[in-house]
């Protein structure tokens, strides 16, 4: 269907894509004048060229940079360094090695020295170390400064290890190593406050902020609870140095600080939450995942909206595990999920709340994440009750399982009571998106403030609430334990209401829903088949009434009509596709069903694989009639294709005996034959017939013994080639395989496989005088079909009769010649590769021209 827009919203297209094309030529231009500004040389020298900076190991100062479109590099290259960065240079240098002599010497010459002399070296070279960034930041070496801080502070950390190995060795070492972090903190941030200049110290400090508490919680012998409090007071610390720190490295560094501490002391305390029996040992674990819950609320109030919403998250999911964990302490462990599903389902109310739009988000996210957590904990119940039903497929008809459907399941050992509020869950979350489905205008108000769902988001939820309902529905048979033929009846019922369901949303143009329910219905369909497979009384009732209903689906979708006036023409184009799979995968399904039937047919009948063949053919025999009486309707060739397939699935049934497998052939042939009468199906159905008659007569004369296939396969060569020189006489551009291909192939096939188990000579020569005539007929009369198939045949004949030659003159010949005269033939090639490729098109052209 083309798709013609009225003239003004044709007219209003072409005005936004004239002014696209308007907006990229001025880019273009743009970008063209900036690139003939860096080509074109400077009319003069400049007055004074940019000074050079120093790049230390934390990199140049920030500079202000010149900005170019696309961000192109601009500027000449820079000049050779002056007196002033060599000096820098120098400085660097001579300040590494005098720290690294000093440290050399403070370690090698530990043990020659007392206890006073040791602590002066060090504490002469920290002093320097500290002392020597003030005076190089004020001749502006920044470079060399930030240099021997970062020496300056690891010589620190040494003196407070010599501290404790001199003056404090009976000290306790996480009680030491807390307290000496806690100073080396304030330390360090009293430098970096004094020197605002320097980088590396306030970074430093914060760093070291995040292991007093929790070394002391280490020397203390504390417990799970008050590591966890540890890590979150050290959140705290963070997050407000976060928001008040002074500059950008200070903050990035105090975030990742709060994130990572914050994390684990909330994963600490999920631990013990989950861990908790009773409700008042999960309180303790409450009260600190309700400060985390706090503490990630104030630090996304005051965060940018990325980080905003990742702390809305982490607040919600806190806040659900706290309650939750007090409420689900003491309760079966199967119930636990369903109890944080309600509380994640109040986090919802937070939308009304005045937080900022990013928080408010955030939380929305989190109580998703809760509710996508529960169904996935629910899900393995539905995945038990939809893939053990292919068990019976070892065990068809062996009988009715006394054990009741978990038994036919091949499950009647796992522990199904731990499983059974799994329905509830996914029942209840089908419940809550449906209702958002149906009430999604008011929805969409309320919510307003924190987020504004398009109406793609209503078609997700109506799906989902679809899937889920019908995933609970499933799993209820073998979670309640039912017996087999109430399970059976029961998955027959959701499959129908689920296709029912479809047939009712397509037709109202609701494809999200109706297409999900379609796949539930065909799911169920396939798991309520293989179910039934179990008894011959349930099979042919199920497959039975699943013919009737993909009948009726696919008849009832056959009216359908998909509103796309509305959408563009590649959405368009895509619902229409869409709809007519959905109408012609019912109408395979019913196929597919008829030939359950079938074969169902003949095993009750006790009728061998072979026997039961022809009634497979039942089933294609009716597509070709549906087929004539669909015509052009989308699901007529999918309903035929199908039908081919039984048919392909009866030969394949009737290989063991080859009476039956000509019996079939033949009886395909009929059908394909009956459906090449249809003109549009005539250039496929057509040779396949003919095909197919062939190759049951030829089987049919396997079958019979018969050693001399010329007397039955002449009688009809010369006729039906006789047909074809009068086909050509009346119409000479008639094509010759349709003139000549059958006839040629009912004699030289046969007469082929007869002479190639023929142990004398006359009937290969023969076949091959014929098959060389016939080959040069049709190079003499530019008839493809003539020159192809006796060519091949000539081709065949010769090979057989040749091999025996061929192998003894191999077999006499050195083991290396066979190789090196393929090497030659293969460097002959590839010499000549380009001449040998046009030779073999222009071989494919002459053929290709002939009739």
């Known amino acids: 269907m083309e798709h013609v827009p009225p003239p003004a919203e044709e007219l209003a297209l072409l005005d936004r894509e004239l002014a696209r094309l308007d907006a990229r030529r001025s880019q273009l231009l743009v970008r063209r004048a900036w690139l003939l500004s860096v080509l074109t040389p400077p009319a003069g020298p400049s007055a004074m060229p940019p000074a050079p900076q120093f790049a230390g190991p934390f990199g140049p100062p920030p500079t202000a940079r010149p900005s170019a479109p696309f961000a192109a590099p601009s500027g000449p290259p820079a000049s050779q360094a002056g007196p002033r960065s060599a000096q820098n240079v120098l400085l660097t240098l001579g300040g590494l090695l005098l720290t690294i002599a000093a440290i050399a010497f403070t370690l090698v010459s530990w043990g020659h020295m007392g206890i006073g002399g040791r602590s002066a070296v060090l504490a002469v070279v920290t002093l320097a170390a500290l002392a020597a960034p003030a005076v190089l930041l004020r001749r502006g070496l920044s470079a060399t400064a930030e240099s021997l801080a970062a020496l300056a502070s690891a010589l620190m950390i040494l003196d407070a290890y010599a501290l404790h190995r001199v003056a404090m060795p009976d000290a306790d070492g996480p009680g030491f190593a807390a307290a000496a972090s806690a100073v080396l903190a304030v330390l360090w941030g009293g430098y970096g406050l004094l020197l605002g200049r320097l980088r590396l110290p306030l970074p430093l400090a914060v760093v070291s902020a995040q292991l007093p508490l929790l070394l002391w919680a280490w020397s203390a012998g504390a417990g799970a609870t008050a590591f966890g409090w540890a890590l979150l007071l050290t959140a705290a610390l963070d997050c407000a140095i976060a928001v008040r720190g002074p500059g950008l490295a200070v903050r990035v560094t105090a975030c990742v600080g709060c994130w990572t501490t914050g994390l684990l002391g909330l994963l600490v305390a999920l631990t013990q939450s989950v861990s908790a029996d009773v409700a008042p040992g999960a309180v303790a674990p409450a009260v600190l995942l309700l400060a985390g819950a706090a503490l990630a609320l104030f630090g996304a109030w005051r965060a940018p909206r990325g980080l905003a919403v990742a702390g809305g998250v982490l607040a919600g999911l806190s806040g659900v595990a706290a309650v939750g964990g007090v409420l689900r302490a003491g309760v079966d462990w199967n119930w636990s999920v369903p109890v944080y599903l309600l509380c994640g389902a109040v986090l919802l109310a937070a939308v009304r709340a005045p937080l900022p739009r990013p928080v408010g988000q955030g939380l929305v996210w989190a109580s998703s994440t809760v509710t996508v957590a529960s169904v996935l904990a629910s899900a393995p119940p539905v995945g038990m009750s939809l893939m053990g039903t292919a068990s019976q497929l070892a065990r068809v008809w062996s009988g009715a399982p006394d054990a009741g459907v978990r038994a036919a399941l091949g499950t009647e050992g796992l522990a199904w009571s731990q499983l059974t509020a799994a329905p509830v869950v996914l029942l209840v979350v089908a419940g809550l998106l449906g209702a958002a489905h149906r009430s999604w205008d008011r929805l969409v108000r309320a919510a307003g403030p924190v987020v504004s769902p398009g109406p793609a988001w209503r078609n997700a939820a109506g799906a989902t609430a679809t899937a889920l309902c019908w995933a609970g529905l499933t799993a209820l048979p073998a979670v309640l334990g039912l017996s087999y033929a109430a399970a059976v009846s029961a998955q027959s019922v959701l499959t129908a209401a689920a296709f029912a369901v479809a047939v009712r949303a397509l037709r109202r143009g609701t494809g999200a829903v109706g297409t999900t329910a379609l796949v539930c219905g065909l799911a169920g369909a396939v798991s309520a088949g293989l179910l039934s497979l179990a008894a011959q009384a349930a099979t042919y009732a199920v497959f039975a009434v699943l013919l009737l209903v993909l009948g009726a689906v696919a008849v009832l979708l056959d009216g359908a009509a998909m509103p796309t006036r509305q959408l563009p023409d590649a959405r368009a184009v895509r619902a229409a596709a869409a709809l007519r799979i959905t109408q012609a995968v019912p109408a395979c399904g019913a196929v597919v069903c008829a030939m359950v039937l079938a074969r169902a047919a003949g095993a009750s009948l006790g009728l061998a694989g072979y026997q039961a ?231 494919k052209e002459t053929v290709g021209r002939m009739r």
């Open 613 to 843: 063949a022809p009634l497979m053919l039942a089933v294609p025999g009716v597509t070709v009639l549906l087929g004539a009486r669909l015509r052009n309707r989308p699901s007529a060739l999918p309903v035929e294709l199908t039908g081919a397939l039984s048919a392909v699935v009866a030969v394949i049934m009737a290989v063991p005996d080859r009476p039956f497998l000509a019996l079939v052939l033949a009886l395909s042939g009929v059908l394909a034959a009956g459906t090449a009468v249809r003109a549009e199906r005539r250039p496929v159905a057509g040779y396949l017939a003919v095909a197919l008659f062939v190759l049951a007569t030829w089987v049919r004369l396997s079958a019979s013994g018969v050693s001399e296939p010329e007397a039955y396969t002449l009688p009809v060569t010369v006729p039906a080639l006789a047909v074809g020189v009068l086909r050509r006489r009346r119409n000479p551009e008639a094509s010759s395989w349709t003139a000549y291909g059958a006839g040629l192939t009912a004699t030289l096939v046969p007469s082929l496989f007869a002479a190639w188990v023929d142990p004398h000579w006359l009937r290969p020569l023969l076949l091959g005088v014929a098959a060389l005539v016939i080959t040069l007929a049709g190079a003499r009369l530019r008839l493809q079909a003539l020159l192809l198939v006796g060519g091949a045949v000539l081709a065949l004949d010769a090979v057989h009769e040749l091999a025996p030659y061929v192998v003894q003159v191999v077999g006499a010949l050195p083991r290396w010649l066979p190789p090196a005269l393929a090497g030659l033939l293969l460097l002959v090639v590839g010499a000549t590769y380009e001449q040998r490729l046009r030779d073999a098109r222009r071989l």
